[in-house]
Structure formats: structure tokens, C-alpha cells
């Protein structure tokens, strides 16, 4: 099948929605389908294949005109050059994750999977008007409605009157690639924390953490220089190291060097890329599934989107978001190995379910009918 993935983002970037589309054409590909990914020509200059660590290469088709990231005006134009330019692709397919170029597949009734992150609130006046007044996410061109949480479903059936039908539940997923091994009594664990600095994320919590608990060491991976440099001026407590965003390639060393990984999200106000729009009802984090596949001790907060993927007590543990609550678990990591050992366990098998070539068949299942 030939399959035309239009992105309106920059690749490489630091972005968790580009790793995704990148890794979900990845998996496109391995699944024995020509993949062309058309995006703007921004992004990183270094080369896609090592940055992302693929083994299997979608086409990348640069719009030569976009050397920005696609703002205003410009984002609806690239919107229309990278349809125009998917159709002389000639493929049997096209997936999107952005509802104005949906908008344009579906007047030219082109053939289309859209996959949905989040509700309306991150999109602007236009596309908001074009969604709440015409019925297009029921057009017949949309052969499928690929969700990423059930809060996703919800919102797209109960304010948007998509037939329920159209609809399909498809999480996230990892392509990382680990050993098990089990958690060993030590003076000191190294705790872990991976993804964006933004204060509704979780960083600062685990600063505070740091400073509170004396007898662990913490690692906040994420942000760029300039972030890290100002981190580092204003917390000096020694069992703290900050460092800057890892790409991911280099995911795999440093998640192996932790003993336990934290997701401390705001479980009231959780900000997308860009600090725009709460995605705290619908998120379904990329770093949740490579701490699955790490094998490592999970502790996440008390988001129930979370709650669709991972289970208290059976592949983590889930608390409320108080330092107290967090540190007592921490300092009894010793005391109750066996039961940690078998979360790790149960968390890391979990895991072999959510691959990116697995999100892929997903994607792809029922097209035939």
C-alpha cells in the first residue's frame, strides 16, 4: 500500500508529537508499505535515521518553501501545498493528525485516517468554527477516527456527534528495546525523570523532591542549554543532575542507569507543546510506554487518563501528587523488593503489547472492509 503521512511539524525536533509520527511511519514501512512523510523543511539539521534510531526509513518529502515552523497564514497554506503535493504521490492513502488538512482531504474526497490527541481547545478560530458547525468528521472519506485515549472518544461523540463507529482506541507505544533485570538493595537509587520542563509536567516537583529526600539521587532529563543552565544556578543540592534534552537514540543508555522512573503530571492543568490548552482529560504520554519498556519501578500521579494503560499496585504505583506520599514509598524501596520486583516485572511485559509495529497493524486493521 502506498501511504502518504502529511505533518505539519518539524522533524527532527524535540517534540514528542514528531517522535511519534516518525515512529508510526516506521512502523508503517516495516509492515511492507511505501511510506512518504510530507512535512515543512525544518527541524534539526542532522540526519532523521540516526536521530530517531530507525531501522526502517518512511520517504521524507520537504516542502522547500516551508524553512519555518508553519505559523498563521502559513499554516494553512502548508496545509494545501502538502495535499496538493501527497496527490501527485498517487497513494492509496493519506494520514494526518491536523484538522484543517483533513478538512481539505475531505472536500477533495480523498481517502484518509485522521489520528486525534486532544479536544478543539489547542486549535484556532477557524478550524474551531469549520468542526463545531459542519459535520465533516462523519464524512464518508474518513475511513477511520483514530483516537489516542477513550476521554479523546468521548469528546469527538458527545460535542463533536461523530458516529461512534468511526472510532478507534489506539494508544501510544515504544520502540525501545531492553533487558529485564530485577531491583537490587542499595545505599541509594537514582530516580529518573524524562520529557518536558514545563512546571504541569512534573520538573519541579522533583526538584523539591530532591531537596527533600537526602538519600537518592535524582535526574531531570529535558530542555535545552539555556533552561539547564538556569536550573543549575538556582538548585545546587548535590544529589540533583540536571541535563538537557536526550534525543532518542540516546534514550536507551540513560533510562538504563535509573532504578526508578517518576511521571509526577498535574492531574488538573497539563499543557501541550507551547503551554496552549489543558491535556490533562486526554493525554497519553510517549515516555509512559519507554518507562514500561525500560523494566524500571514506575511512580506516576493520579491521572486517570493513565489508568487506561497502567494499574496501581499491578504495574506501578499511582499516588497522589504529595512530596510525603512520594518520599515514604521511596524510602521503603529497600524494605519491599520482592513487591517492587513484581511490578517491574508485570509493567515490563505490559509493554510488549504497545509497539510501534503493533500501532501500526492497528492503524491499518479493517481497511479492507
Known sequence: MRICYLFNSSV???????????????????????????????????????????????????????????????????????????????????????????????????????????????????????????????????IKIVAITNPVKNFLIKKLNVHKRKIQIVPSASSIKMKFSKLKNKKAYNIGYFGSLDKSKGSQFVIELSKIDKNNNYYIYGGNSGIIKNLKKNFKNKNLKLHEYVPYKNLKQHLSKMDVLVMPSNNRVLRSLGGIGNIARYTSPLKLFDYLASGKFIIASNLKVFNEVIKNNEHCMILKLEHSKWLNILKKISNNLEKINDLKKNAFQLSKKYTYKKRAQKLLEGLNN
Open 12 to 142: 527532527p525536533s524535540h517534540t514528542s508529537s514528531s517522535l511519534q509520527a516518525m515512529k508510526t511511519c516506521e512502523g508503517l514501512v516495516q509492515l511492507y508499505n511505501k511510506v512518504f512523510m510530507i512535512t515543512p523543511n525544518t527541524g534539526f539539521d542532522l540526519d532523521i535515521k540516526k536521530y530517531y534510531d530507525l531501522k526502517f526509513n518512511p520517504i521524507r518529502v520537504k516542502l522547500n518553501f516551508f524553512k519555518e515552523f508553519p505559523k498563521g497564514i502559513k499554516y494553512y497554506l502548508f496545509s494545501i501545498f502538502s495535499v496538493i503535493k501527497g496527490i501527485t504521490l498517487k497513494p492509496d492513502l493519506f494520514i494526518t493528525r491536523n484538522l484543517f488538512t483533513l478538512f481539505i482531504l475531505v472536500v477533495l474526497k480523498k481517502k484518509v485516517i485522521i489520528e486525534l490527541h486532544h479536544d478543539l481547545s489547542n486549535e484556532g478560530r477557524f478550524v474551531k468554527f469549520l468542526y463545531s458547525n459542519l459535520d465533516i468528521l462523519n464524512s464518508k472519506s474518513i
